[in-house]
């Protein structure tokens, strides 16, 4: 399982050399945020029309569109409900009754593979939820804190990032015990350390600039300086990364419920249904191959979309 490779690495070379929006550079009080406001609205315009452009990314944000519009509509277009089994129809073919066929214990692969949309994707968004929340919040408070605070906060994060992350999440999930909310914190628990670092670095290169002098000149607190005026020139690239990094969520979250650590049957989840098919790749090969192919189209979906907002957003190819 890939966990982004180069493309990450270079992306996140060019996060930290990237120039900032100086927006706030001429201005002070009220005018700051409105100047802000209107120059982040017509960034954002921009880039919406330059994605639109971007054939690779349109796919992939229709693809993923398309995924999630099934997962939230399984109740009603599920042929069958997921967990009943219809024992003289194992390892059925597709049939009008059951289009893709049916699993080792007659259940229907189709419904299956619609409610293991709900769990994976809900399971992928949720981690990368909680991980910019960790991440970003554990980096801003180093980058503008410094002294010990900084000191603390990157020798956990060195710590985390000196174990390969799918092993220490596989040591975490193992010693909490199985489930999906194991693999969350398993998951979640080791992949902030990342997200950490490079929005402490994007804020120390932020908080000698002028904008923030002439914040701390009007009396801002800390943390009106760091939320007002940090936060929103960080978060648009973190947010690339984020879209990037799902992808490699979505296949680890997979890989542990693969591994039996996640949910129990017969709950449908795309890792546990392709464990459940394993014992018969030879004889009923779909029970590995529609999963598959369902992880598959997901994680090439956020990639493409995270290739194109890279693409919009990296100063260097432009």
Same mark, same amino acid.
Not at 74 to 82: G, N, Q, S, T
Not at 163 to 180: N, Q, R, S
């Given at each position: 399982?890939?966990?982004?490779?180069?493309?990450?690495?270079?992306?996140?070379?060019?996060?930290?050399?990237?120039? +900032?929006?100086?927006?706030?550079?001429?201005?002070?009080?009220?005018?700051?945020? @409105?100047?802000?406001?209107?120059?982040?609205?017509?960034?954002?315009?921009?880039?919406?029309?330059?994605?639109?452009?971007?054939?690779?990314?349109?796919?992939?944000?229709?693809?993923?569109?398309?995924?999630?519009?099934?997962?939230?509509?399984?109740?009603?277009?599920?042929?069958?409900?997921?967990?009943?089994?219809?024992?003289?129809?194992?390892?059925?073919?597709?049939?009008? @009754?059951?289009?893709?066929?049916?699993?080792?214990?007659?259940?229907?692969?189709?419904?299956?593979?619609?409610?293991?949309? +709900?769990?994976?994707?809900?399971?992928?968004?949720?981690?990368?939820?909680?991980?910019?929340?960790?991440?970003?919040?554990?980096?801003?408070?180093?980058?503008?804190?410094?002294?010990?605070?900084?000191?603390?906060?990157?020798?956990?994060?060195?710590?985390? !990032?000196?174990? %390969?992350?799918?092993?220490?999440?596989?040591?975490?999930?193992?010693?909490?015990?199985?489930?999906?909310?194991?693999?969350?914190?398993?998951?979640?628990?080791?992949?902030?350390?990342?997200?950490?670092?490079?929005?402490?670095?994007?804020?120390?290169?932020?908080?000698?600039?002028?904008?923030?002098?002439?914040?701390?000149?009007?009396?801002?607190?800390?943390? +009106?300086?760091?939320?007002?005026?940090?936060?929103?020139?960080?978060?648009?690239?973190?947010?690339?990364?984020?879209?990037?990094?799902?992808?490699? !969520? #979505?296949?680890?979250?997979?890989?542990?419920?693969? #591994?039996?650590?996640?949910?129990?049957?017969? @709950? %449908?989840?795309?890792?546990?249904?392709?464990?459940?098919?394993? %014992?018969?790749?030879?004889?009923?090969?779909?029970?590995?191959?529609?999963?598959?192919?369902?992880?598959?189209?997901?994680?090439?979906?956020?990639? !493409?979309?995270?290739?194109? !907002?890279?693409? +919009?957003?990296? %100063?260097? #190819?432009?």
């Amino acid at each position: 399982m890939s966990d982004g490779g180069g493309s990450r690495d270079e992306f996140e070379d060019a996060l930290l050399r990237a120039p +900032r929006r100086d927006s706030f550079d001429v201005v002070v009080g009220s005018e700051m945020s @409105t100047a802000w406001l209107a120059a982040t609205v017509r960034q954002e315009e921009g880039v919406l029309r330059q994605l639109a452009r971007d054939r690779a990314a349109v796919v992939g944000l229709v693809i993923i569109v398309l995924l999630a519009a099934l997962a939230l509509a399984a109740p009603l277009i599920a042929p069958h409900d997921p967990a009943t089994q219809h024992l003289h129809e194992r390892l059925a073919a597709p049939n009008l @009754t059951f289009p893709l066929g049916t699993d080792n214990l007659g259940r229907c692969l189709l419904s299956r593979l619609l409610y293991g949309a +709900r769990v994976s994707l809900t399971a992928a968004t949720a981690a990368s939820v909680l991980v910019l929340l960790i991440g970003v919040s554990a980096g801003a408070i180093a980058g503008y804190a410094g002294g010990w605070v900084d000191m603390a906060i990157m020798r956990i994060v060195d710590l985390l !990032l000196a174990f %390969p992350l799918l092993v220490l999440a596989l040591a975490i999930t193992g010693f909490i015990g199985v489930g999906m909310g194991s693999v969350l914190v398993g998951v979640v628990s080791v992949w902030w350390a990342s997200y950490a670092r490079i929005v402490r670095g994007l804020v120390l290169s932020l908080r000698e600039r002028p904008f923030v002098e002439a914040a701390r000149a009007m009396g801002a607190s800390p943390a +009106r300086i760091v939320i007002r005026h940090l936060l929103p020139n960080v978060l648009p690239p973190i947010i690339v990364l984020a879209t990037l990094e799902m992808g490699s !969520l #979505l296949l680890v979250i997979s890989g542990l419920n693969f #591994l039996g650590l996640g949910v129990q049957p017969p @709950t %449908p989840e795309w890792g546990a249904m392709l464990n459940d098919g394993r %014992p018969f790749l030879r004889s009923a090969p779909q029970l590995m191959i529609y999963p598959g192919l369902a992880i598959s189209l997901a994680v090439m979906g956020f990639n !493409l979309l995270g290739d194109g !907002l890279r693409d +919009r957003l990296d %100063p260097r #190819l432009k």
